[in-house]
T-cell receptor
């Protein structure tokens, strides 16, 4: 039982390049989330999904797109990377969307955009 | 506009003593509060939570106190152990219509010294 895994762990991009971050969970969770963490700031929600085939915007969605084609996977795409997207990205999943629903996090992807 | 604030970026406590981590929030619509613990190069892991209708929740060495009138919560760790050294994030849960979303504070780095 691997929990939540993220690929890749590290990546360096040049401005304007594109890339996709992959999140996978093996807990059969309905809900999945993408966050970014920047120095001096808490984790901020980018996009989330309440089930296979659904996506919704979070707090900071601009410059990102997501897809949830399979229940176990949640992809985060950067179409044209910018230096402001340099951050650590965390994926999380939860079994439901209730208020006390514990979210399980992946180990993170450290992205640098030059 | 930070709705969840952790005003102490760091805290150092001797092993065996009590650690008190504080968190303030501004949105009275938050209905659940959670604490997450994060080690370097790992994702956050859930520690303890409290409903807005309670004022205390205890789990082993960890106790969370909620003061709704002051919009303040605190995490007490007694006794503190070296393995507790980590970054602690306070998070507040608010329902959006499709799911409850977490708003995180900026984190407090706890160092437990021998």
């Amino acid at each position: 039982n691997a929990g939540v895994t993220q690929t890749p762990k590290f990546r360096v991009l040049k401005t304007g390049q594109s890339m996709t971050l992959l999140c996978a969970q093996d807990m059969n969770h309905e809900y999945m989330y993408w966050y970014r963490q920047d120095p001096g700031m808490g984790l901020r929600l980018i996009h989330y999904s309440v089930g296979e085939g659904t996506t919704a915007k979070g707090e900071v969605p601009d410059g990102y797109n997501v897809s949830r084609l399979k229940k176990q996977n949640f992809l985060l795409g950067l179409e044209s990377a910018a230096p402001s997207q340099t951050s650590v990205y965390f994926c999380a999943s939860s079994s439901s969307g209730g208020p006390n629903n514990e979210q399980f996090f992946g180990p993170g992807t450290r992205l640098t955009v030059l | 506009d930070q709705q969840v604030k952790q005003n102490s970026p760091s805290l150092s406590v001797q092993e065996g003593r009590i650690s008190i981590l504080n968190c303030d929030y501004t949105n009275s619509m938050f209905d659940y509060f959670l604490w997450y613990k994060k080690y370097p190069a790992e994702g956050p892991t859930f520690l303890i939570s409290i409903s807005s209708i309670k004022d205390k929740n205890e789990d082993g060495r960890f106790t969370v106190f909620l003061n709704k009138s002051a919009k303040h919560l605190s995490l007490h760790i007694v006794p503190s152990q070296p393995g507790d050294s980590a970054v602690y994030f306070c998070a507040a849960s608010g329902y959006t219509g499709t799911a409850s979303k977490l708003t995180f504070g900026t984190g407090t780095r706890l160092q437990v010294t021998l």
